[in-house]
């Protein structure tokens, strides 16, 4: 039988959301010079609440994990004030809604913050800042150990501002050559202590910061987002693989909400995961709830979902061009094509 994409979908004992639908994380740049929401992203969430799953865009933890002009923050008390108006208002009409929780890492732009930026490796990353193109990338400080304990610990403190501010849960970005990712992937990780080198190690940063936001809000309101194939600020190498083939199961191990592939499209096809897909490669590594996302439609997401490659449909660019994409579906009407032009403006 096939599987009905807008009927409810329990994810575990305390979550269940009203469709399969979820909506991507899409960075925006439109919160205050605070890095607090918005009126208009109050009311921007709050258009997409009939959603089974609205995911915020990516918020970062403190100062030094921003890489791009107002992206909003959680570590501010005026920010978390900022965001229980945007959870209030999305609960109000029926949604829920995680936090993506983001440290770009070397990504980041000492403009924003004044400081070092903290990585892995002291390997930077070629190019400049969207947006910003006068901001060159900077070589980064490699963290030290106890640069690596304030992060865990900043980012469990996050979780923590993330539930005072009504979410129903935090997915934590592991993806996307940002400072997690930087910890999986050879290309940015040079380390020679106990996060570097092997596997086991590499993966190291992710399970503690996994663990730290368990701790503060529980497996069943813990989501991962993942990148097993680079492509976003990082280049590819073929170990890269066994860095995900050990991870994915002690993420499964953990029972998370869910799992979430980040990828523009997902029928790119990887060296470094022999030839697999984003999806492809995490459905084999990993048996539990698992969000596909990149260049969907409503149609080729369900027909993903009947023939098992993933449960959930993540969708980003037809949510911006669709505040009402939901209905448009269920009403058979026409959705909006996305163009770029549209990131001018929340609506
Ligand atoms: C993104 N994406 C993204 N991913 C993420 O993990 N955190 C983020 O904050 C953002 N921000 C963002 C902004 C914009 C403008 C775009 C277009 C994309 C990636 C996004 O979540 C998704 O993976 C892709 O957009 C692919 O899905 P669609 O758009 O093809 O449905
Ligand atoms: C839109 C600029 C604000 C910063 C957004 C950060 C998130 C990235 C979204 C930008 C879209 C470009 C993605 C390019 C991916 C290349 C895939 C081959």
Known sequence: MSTDLLSPFKLNNSIELQNRVLMAPLTRCMADDNLV????????????????????????????AQGYPNTPGIFTSEQVQGWKKVTDAVHANGGKMFAQLWHVGRV??????????????????????????ELTYITPKA??????????????????????AGFDGVEIHGANGYLIDQFLHYAAN???????????????????????????????????????GAYFNMSEDNRD??????????LENRKLAYLHGGIFDDSMRFDSLEGKSTSEFLRAGYASTLVGVGSYSFETAKQAINDNKFDLIAIGRPLIANPDYISKIKNGEEVTPY?????????
Do not use: C, W
């Open 37 to 64: 929401p918005t009126q208009a992203m109050v009311d921007y969430y709050a258009r997409r609440a009939d959603v089974g799953l609205i995911i915020s865009e990516a918020i970062i933890i403190r100062a030094d």
């Open 108 to 133: 980041a732009h000492p403009h924003f913050f004044g400081g070092d930026v903290l990585a892995p490796s002291a390997i930077g990353v070629e190019g400049s800042v969207p947006r910003m193109r």
């Open 143 to 164: 963290a030290t150990k106890d640069d690596i304990k304030g992060l865990v610990a900043d980012y469990a403190k996050a979780a923590e501002n993330a539930m005072e």
């Open 190 to 228: 040079e380390r020679d202590d106990e996060y570097g080198q092997t596997p086991e190690n590499m993966s190291r940063f992710a399970l503690e910061v996994t663990d730290a936001v368990i701790d503060v809000v529980g497996n069943e309101r813990t989501a991962m987002r993942l990148t097993p």
């Open 241 to 250: 693989k066994a860095v995900f083939d050990y991870l994915l199961p002690e």
């Open 339 to 347: 163009s770029d032009e549209m990131l001018a403006e929340l609506v």
